[in-house]
């Protein structure tokens, strides 16, 4: 079992930077990959941006292309969102992933965190 903690989201401003961590725990050595997805009200949930444990791939949804860096700390088991210029529309919650293998599919990770909000005003 793998355990995902988010933290990291609040409310700010259009144009306004924000960096979400996400802690992993227990059988970290059962994922390979981590992603971002985000859930606006009344949306289904959408891929942001994954990578690989190694860091030496990512891969980012056109949203995020530009805007949102995905970065990690082996060290730490900690995978981080680095997101800048932000925009009322990146309101969501933000959810963290694992999986075994890198891929932008929301049925591809098998373990998911608990969320954490995120909000920008106008």
């Known amino acids: 079992q793998v355990r995902l903690v988010e933290s990291g989201g609040g409310l700010v401003q259009a144009g306004d930077s924000l960096r979400l961590s996400c802690a992993a725990s227990?059988?970290?050595?059962?994922?390979?990959?981590m992603a971002w997805f985000r859930q606006a009200p009344g949306k289904e949930r959408e891929f942001v941006a994954a990578?690989?444990?190694?860091?030496?791939?990512?891969y980012y949804a056109d949203a995020a292309k530009g805007r949102f860096t995905i970065s990690t700390d082996n060290a730490k088991n900690t995978v981080y969102l680095q997101m800048n210029s932000l925009k009322p529309e990146d309101t969501a919650v933000y959810y963290c992933?694992?999986?075994?293998?890198?891929?932008?599919?929301?049925?591809?990770?098998?373990?998911w965190g608990q969320g954490t909000q995120v909000t920008v005003s106008s």
């Open positions: 992933a694992a999986s075994l293998a890198l891929n932008h599919y929301r049925d591809g990770y098998d373990y």
């Open positions: 227990g059988r970290t050595f059962s994922s390979s990959a």
């Open positions: 990578i690989t444990w190694s860091g030496g791939r990512t």
